[in-house]
């Protein structure tokens, strides 16, 4: 190696080194860049809340590749040491920032700055780091304001990554596992555990949910979860909205009886009927003031002032009045209902559930539920590695998800009735 000295750095980690793998992925990453490592202090957690902490020299064959592994060390939990405040440069224009900004993970991130780590705040994926006035802020790149700090380099930054729980509610086996041979049945009782110690803790719910909700008969066994308190905000697209209207008003979704399984005589009008039906009250809200749409999701969601959002794209007929076809709009949002929540389920919309995941700390739990395996790997792939994927249909799967909660719910009410008869 040239120059060994001048590439070399000493980074440091703390955290469930071992229980959540990071350790062997921490060395994989300086094998993959051509460099090595040597281990100066590694100290085992005793305890099962104790953090092991690692201090590693990572060496690497010249400067560029030495930057290269310390931004992948990053997000692995691993910081330079000695410490340095980060390097802030200011951005030259609207939108515009420095070549060597620092790209946010959805890992919670301190930069350090004045000889002290703020926490960065609205954490999210795919954004830059502003620094203004003692605070730090995750940015998106189009909100950025020119002459603002951006935080640049490598130094200065330490990333928490999340690590992987002790399987407290039984779920853990789930995790980073996309499989099509597990019981639904199964699943779902997971689902319903988190689901409920989320509620149990005053913590908020979001689902994001596609058209087949509708298609799949799972309409119906949504509602029951909003009856139940369990939905805080939907996140949706303009077809949901349309095809839970269409079967509302005409029994069809997609001209398709849901009832009988087959097209009705000119079914394919109803998804434009319905839209022209709701768009004529002056939108949704109306239209159930007004007594036009009587049942289903958007109803069980106006009626119990629940918020929700649906955002548009180009393929939207209509659209409803009520979406929001300003993509830079839709987006802002969506992220301003996802603030606070504890916990996202995903139900069968890849494009909706990115989307949401793109924005999402890690520290949100996550639930991709979806026929296709491909779209619970891609959700992984892009860096929402805490997902926990499950393969079927998803009518079937919100069949268990309702009956299950409701078997609960019933268990506990003859719980508390029986105390009572006792006293």
């Given at each position: 190696m040239r120059d060994a000295a001048a590439c070399s750095e000493i980074v440091e980690a703390e955290g469930h080194l071992v229980d959540s793998q990071l350790l062997n992925v921490i060395f994989d990453k300086v094998i993959e860049r051509r460099s090595r490592f040597e281990v100066l202090r590694f100290d085992i957690g005793r305890t099962n809340e104790e953090f092991s902490r690692l201090e590693l020299k990572v060496t690497a064959p010249e400067p560029a590749v030495l930057r290269q592994l310390l931004e992948d060390l990053m997000p692995l939990g691993c910081h330079a040491q000695p410490l340095r405040d980060a390097l802030l440069r200011p951005a030259e224009a609207?939108?515009?920032?420095?070549?060597?900004?620092?790209?946010?993970?959805?890992?919670?991130?301190?930069?350090?700055?004045?000889?002290?780590?703020?926490?960065?705040?609205?954490?999210?994926?795919?954004?830059?780091?502003?620094?203004?006035?003692?605070?730090a802020v995750c940015r998106k790149l189009r909100d950025v304001q020119r002459g603002e700090r951006v935080v640049s380099g490598v130094s200065g930054i330490r990333v928490s990554p999340e690590f992987r729980e002790r399987d407290r509610l039984g779920f853990a086996f789930m995790t980073n596992d996309v499989s099509t041979e597990r019981r639904v049945e199964v699943s779902a009782s997971k689902v319903v555990a988190m689901m409920r110690d989320v509620k149990a803790h005053g913590g908020r719910i979001a689902f994001v949910a596609g058209p087949v909700v509708v298609h799949s008969g799972g309409g119906g066994y949504f509602t029951d979860l909003i009856r139940g308190g369990f939905v805080d905000v939907l996140l949706a697209g303009n077809a949901l909205a349309v095809h839970d209207v269409e079967q509302a008003l005409f029994g069809t979704s997609l001209g398709v009886d849901l009832e009988a399984g087959v097209a009705r005589d000119e079914g394919h009008r109803n998804h434009m009927r319905a839209i022209n039906a709701i768009n004529r009250a002056g939108g949704l809200q109306p239209a159930v003031e007004g007594g036009t749409l009587r049942s289903g999701i958007m109803y069980e969601l106006i009626v119990r002032d629940i918020p929700y959002v649906l955002a548009g794209?180009?393929?939207?007929?209509?659209?409803?009045?009520?979406?929001?076809?300003?993509?830079?709009?839709?987006?802002?949002?969506?992220?301003?209902?996802?603030?606070?929540?504890?916990?996202?389920?995903?139900?069968?919309?890849?494009?909706?559930?990115?989307?949401?995941?793109?924005?999402?700390?890690?520290?949100?739990?996550?639930?991709?539920?979806?026929?296709?395996?491909?779209?619970?790997?891609?959700?992984?792939?892009?860096?929402?590695?805490?997902?926990?994927?499950?393969?079927?249909?998803?009518?079937?799967?919100?069949?268990?998800?309702?009956?299950?909660?409701?078997?609960?719910?019933?268990?506990?009410?003859?719980a508390r009735q029986g105390s009572e008869a006792d006293v």
């Open positions: 609207d939108g515009v920032v420095p070549d060597d900004f620092y790209s946010t993970t959805n890992h919670q991130t301190f930069v350090r700055h004045g000889g002290r780590w703020l926490a960065v705040g609205a954490q999210r994926m795919d954004a830059v780091v502003v620094v203004h006035e003692g605070r794209s180009i393929r939207d007929d209509g659209p409803l009045l009520d979406t929001e076809m300003d993509l830079i709009a839709a987006q802002d949002r969506y992220a301003g209902e996802l603030v606070d929540v504890k916990m996202v389920v995903m139900l069968s919309t890849m494009l909706h559930s990115i989307g949401v995941g793109n924005m999402l700390p890690s520290h949100v739990r996550v639930v991709c539920v979806d026929i296709n395996p491909a779209v619970v790997t891609k959700l992984g792939d892009r860096g929402s590695s805490q997902t926990v994927g499950i393969v079927t249909d998803v009518g079937l799967f919100l069949h268990q998800l309702a009956t299950q909660l409701g078997a609960l719910d019933a268990g506990a009410r003859r």
